[in-house]
């Protein structure tokens, strides 16, 4: 008898259509003959795939013309970080995404133009949020990115879902209640085990991929390969592992394992494929030590601070609309930080697309 997870692990070559069809083949997924289909790729700003910040278009591409020639029926969709009305598409233009769309016949779907769907549910942290319609009417196919986050440690498909599905300031509330590294993951998982039926497969961008202050301002880090699995959970914990980072280490994985969201271990999944050996990613200036991350929660009282970069920026508002506490004013020159009132959720420098938004290595840090 086979395992129950499996995790498809495929060299990423000039071929990509390819190299997503055998990493779907590899792990049994095909699609259904006129199903709908939402293919979710991660869109956090209008940052590039080869900056290492969102899904590559190829990938989106080739699963478009694949579902259309198995007679599914596909739609290409996501809420950035800073989402508002209209800003989705702004993203997928810059970004080369939206070209891919019109080009291959999908329908571009944007989160935020229909009201969101209140859900009710019994979370640790939450009990009800607001997700995007759309993914109610269709069957989610999660194209995360492989990176680092300054926040979470790592970022692939769990969180990809959980925040992604979340139209417009909704993602706010989610930041608001995760103050913590230890409540993050909890506000997470509360979301996730709502989507998690929702989706049908995920694929995952590892061809470039971020490390270090990711998971728009990090180091670009050429990784070449392409993941599948039908779960998840099993999806992020294969490929934390692939970058040299202890999955439990990683405070969403940890508790998406003890809710039993998914494996419980990585001798639960089946690696179907080569991980490439001696691959390590470095983490954020934000994880201060190994002792703080194996005790699962970082302190906020030493946790990095993050200021603006005057010369920088362009006063583009970006970063004052996607602070869910409100602790950043525009001055005359550039935005400014209350740091009193911060939470270190780092949001505002996962936004910026002008990299104006820096994080203060800590003196433990160093």
């Not at 590039?48 to 007679?71: F, Y």
């Not at 989402?83 to 970004?95: D, I, N, P």
């Not at 993602?171 to 993050?184: F, P």
């Not at 439990?248 to 999944?269: C, F, H, K």
């Amino acid at each position: 008898m086979g395992m129950k997870y499996s995790v498809s692990v495929v060299e990423a070559n000039d071929d990509i259509k390819r190299a997503v069809a055998d990493s779907l083949g590899l792990i049994g997924w095909f699609p259904s003959r006129g199903e709908k289909m939402l293919v979710k790729p991660n869109m956090i700003t209008a940052k590039t795939s080869e900056q290492g910040v969102t899904t590559d278009p190829r990938i989106v591409k080739a699963l478009v013309e694949l579902l259309k020639e198995n007679g599914a029926i596909p739609s290409v969709g996501d809420s950035p970080g800073s989402a508002y009305s209209g800003r989705a598409s702004e993203v997928f233009e810059k970004t080369g995404m939206l070209q891919v769309v019109r080009e291959s016949g999908a329908e571009f779907v944007q989160f935020e133009s229909v009201p969101p769907k209140l859900v009710a549910f019994e979370g640790k942290l939450i009990d009800s949020i607001g997700l995007a319609g759309p993914i109610f009417t269709s069957k989610l196919i999660n194209v995360p990115k492989l990176k680092t986050h300054a926040q979470t440690v790592m970022t692939g498909a769990i969180k990809n879902l959980a925040f992604g599905c979340i139209p417009g300031a909704g993602k706010s509330k989610l930041h608001a209640i995760g103050t913590s590294s230890d409540r993050m993951a909890k506000v997470m998982i509360d979301v996730y085990s709502v989507i998690r039926p929702l989706v049908t497969v995920n694929i995952m961008d590892a061809v470039i991929c971020m490390d270090g202050n990711g998971p728009s301002a990090g180091r670009v880090r050429k990784v070449g390969k392409i993941l599948a699995s039908t779960d998840a959970l099993a999806l992020d914990i294969i490929s934390f592992k692939m970058v040299g980072v202890t999955p439990r280490n990683v405070p969403y994985v940890r508790e998406a394992m003890e809710r039993g969201l998914g494996p419980s271990s990585p001798d639960e999944i089946e690696i179907v494929g080569e991980l490439p050996k001696n691959l390590k990613f470095k983490l954020p200036w934000t994880i201060i030590s190994a002792l703080t991350l194996r005790a699962g929660s970082l302190v906020p009282s030493i946790s990095p601070t993050v200021s603006t970069i005057p010369s920088k920026c362009t006063r583009c508002g970006t970063c004052i609309k996607a602070c869910p506490v409100f602790a950043i004013d525009m001055e005359k020159l550039s935005a400014k930080i209350n740091t009193s009132q911060c939470i270190r959720c780092y949001v505002c420098y996962e936004v910026c697309e002008y990299d104006a938004i820096k994080v203060n290595r800590s003196l433990l840090g160093r």
